[in-house]
Each structure stands twice: as structure tokens, then as C-alpha cells.
């Protein structure tokens, strides 16, 4: 290396945020909403999943211990041998500072599923940092947003809309 310069290395990871998948209306459900379970079209697109990310590297899965949100993960979980790491920072009240530290700290590959309430603070915060998200970004239940962070910045944003629906 010539004198006077330096080499930099950008830490770089693609990471994935899917929103739990259709789990119904959470007003007809007469038991505590953290065990609402997916709706047979819930289903489909949780195993859409994996047809979504076929060619992906997911490297870690992590979720919100709500029973929704392990479902939607489950069927990728067993198909990439993978476990799912609950945590609690991913339930629907979480606080999207403390969400948003987990992203920081989530290795290449990683996938979480939370929330819709979650994942819009999530994403407006993200905005507001400089990510390329529009002003009334979508998440629909079973979708998925694909990441590409560079230094601690999301350089690239793109949604998946839920498949099987």
C-alpha cells in the first residue's frame, strides 16, 4: 500500500423484516392477541416465504414471541434447518429505538418477523436516517422488506408484497 492512504472496509449486510402474516381480525379473537394464530391464508404465505427468499442466504431468524409472528417463520425456519430466536423487542409495543439497535446489531442474512405497528415506526425512522423508502411505505401482513445496509445505513430498500394471497 502506497504511503498516505488508507484502505477502508464498509461492513455490508442484507437483512430481511417480514411482517407477520395474515393472522385475522384480532377483534373477533376472544383469547390474548400474543396467541392469535394465522388463518389458513396466513399459512400460504408463511410457506410462501421460503419461495420468496429461494437464493436468499438467511443466516438467522428472529421474532417477536407472538404466536403469529413464529408461525410466519416457521416453515423457512425448517426448511433452511434454521432456529428462531424470540425477542420481545419484536412484539407489537416494542419500541422501535430498541428495534432498530437489534438491526444494527443483526449479522448478513438475518430475518426478523414482527408487526405492522412495529415495522412502520421501524421504517419511518429508517427514512428519516437517509434509507431510500418513500413517505407512506407498504407492509402488508406476509411481506417482506430486503435491506442492503452499508456502514450502518440502509443504501437499498425493497418490498416484496405477501406471496400466495
Not at 400460504?44 to 408461525?71: E, N
Request: with cysteine; hydrophobic share 40%.
Amino acid at each position: 500500500m502506497a504511503r498516505g492512504h488508507a484502505t477502508v472496509c464498509l461492513e455490508t449486510a442484507v437483512l430481511y423484516l417480514v411482517r407477520h402474516a395474515e393472522a385475522g381480525d384480532k377483534r373477533a379473537w376472544t383469547g390474548p392477541d400474543a396467541q392469535r394464530p394465522l388463518t389458513p391464508i396466513g399459512w400460504r404465505q408463511a410457506h410462501g416465504l421460503s419461495a420468496h427468499l429461494d437464493g436468499h442466504p438467511i443466516t438467522t431468524i428472529v421474532s417477536s414471541p407472538a404466536r403469529r409472528c413464529l408461525q410466519t417463520v416457521a416453515p423457512l425456519a425448517q426448511q433452511r434447518t434454521l432456529g428462531v430466536r424470540a425477542d420481545a423487542r419484536l412484539l407489537v409495543d416494542g419500541d422501535a429505538g430498541d428495534a432498530l439497535r437489534l438491526l444494527w446489531e443483526a449479522p448478513d442474512g438475518a430475518l426478523w418477523c414482527t408487526h405492522g405497528e412495529l415495522i412502520g415506526e421501524v421504517l419511518a425512522r429508517l427514512r428519516a436516517r437517509g434509507a431510500p423508502i418513500g413517505p407512506a411505505p407498504e407492509y402488508a401482513k406476509g411481506s417482506i422488506w430486503h435491506l442492503d445496509v452499508i456502514a450502518g445505513g440502509v443504501v437499498s430498500a425493497h418490498y416484496r408484497p405477501p406471496a400466495n394471497r
